[in-house]
């Protein structure tokens, strides 16, 4: 059956404390060994990236010989606007209720000035689609973060924010999600699979 296969790659860790979504926080490329056993489990494709720097360094750098299709803003992290760059404790006591609705009721809650994953799941969902349209079978690589790769589970299997919400997603892990244009269905082949030392 024809296929288009996502490797979604989760970017390498940046060790930044507290929350970041569109805080632009550099890729931490030094576990050379998770990095070199991620590129060579990954097929020759075209690459493609979120436009945020810590998900175009991984991309480079797994890259290789592989073709690039360039960086993408709409397979950005969720914006957290006024949360940005504070620790989960900080926004608990300065947004008690909106913080508590965020994580309690996921969906349609943002952070003041952000977005929600609603929003996030509508803007990485048109360029999935944009892609599938573009490239139509193969494979195809997309280094982005967390909350892309829910978004993307969450429209392959129907689910909720909440429950897409309670997959873990570690860094330089892969979740392989196959569009089969055919049948208009997505099948799920992996979830946070890891390759090399550690992620």
């Given at each position: 059956?024809?296929?288009?296969?996502?490797?979604?790659?989760?970017?390498?860790?940046?060790?930044a404390?507290?929350?970041?979504?569109?805080?632009?926080?550099?890729a931490?490329?030094?576990?050379?060994?998770?990095?070199?056993?991620?590129?060579?489990?990954?097929?020759?494709?075209?690459?493609?990236?979120?436009?945020?720097?810590?998900?175009?360094?991984?991309?480079?750098?797994?890259?290789?010989?592989?073709?690039?299709l360039g960086?993408?803003p709409?397979?950005r992290?969720?914006?957290?606007?006024?949360?940005?760059?504070?620790?989960?404790?900080?926004?608990?006591?300065?947004?008690?209720?909106?913080?508590?609705?965020?994580?309690?009721?996921?969906?349609a809650?943002a952070?003041?000035?952000?977005?929600?994953?609603?929003d996030?799941?509508?803007?990485?969902g048109?360029?999935?689609?944009?892609?599938n349209?573009r490239?139509?079978?193969?494979?195809?690589?997309?280094?982005?973060?967390?909350?892309?790769?829910?978004a993307?589970?969450?429209?392959?299997?129907?689910?909720s924010?909440?429950?897409?919400?309670?997959?873990?997603?570690?860094?330089?892990s892969?979740?392989?999600?196959?569009?089969?244009p055919?049948?208009?269905?997505?099948?799920?082949?992996?979830?946070?699979?890891?390759?090399?030392?550690?992620?």
């Amino acid at each position: 059956m024809t296929a288009l296969r996502w490797w979604w790659v989760r970017h390498a860790p940046t060790g930044a404390p507290g929350v970041i979504g569109w805080t632009d926080a550099p890729a931490d490329l030094s576990d050379r060994a998770a990095l070199d056993a991620l590129a060579a489990a990954l097929p020759h494709a075209p690459v493609v990236s979120s436009d945020l720097s810590r998900a175009v360094a991984t991309a480079d750098r797994i890259a290789g010989l592989r073709p690039r299709l360039g960086a993408e803003p709409a397979l950005r992290e969720m914006r957290f606007g006024a949360w940005e760059g504070l620790p989960a404790a900080a926004i608990a006591e300065r947004w008690p209720e909106e913080s508590r609705r965020f994580w309690a009721e996921p969906g349609a809650h943002a952070a003041p000035d952000g977005e929600s994953f609603d929003d996030l799941a509508a803007r990485v969902g048109a360029a999935v689609e944009g892609l599938n349209a573009r490239l139509g079978s193969g494979d195809v690589i997309a280094v982005a973060h967390m909350g892309v790769v829910m978004a993307a589970l969450a429209r392959a299997l129907g689910l909720s924010a909440r429950q897409a919400m309670a997959f873990r997603i570690d860094t330089l892990s892969v979740t392989r999600l196959d569009w089969l244009p055919d049948a208009r269905a997505w099948r799920v082949e992996a979830v946070n699979r890891r390759y090399g030392a550690s992620g």
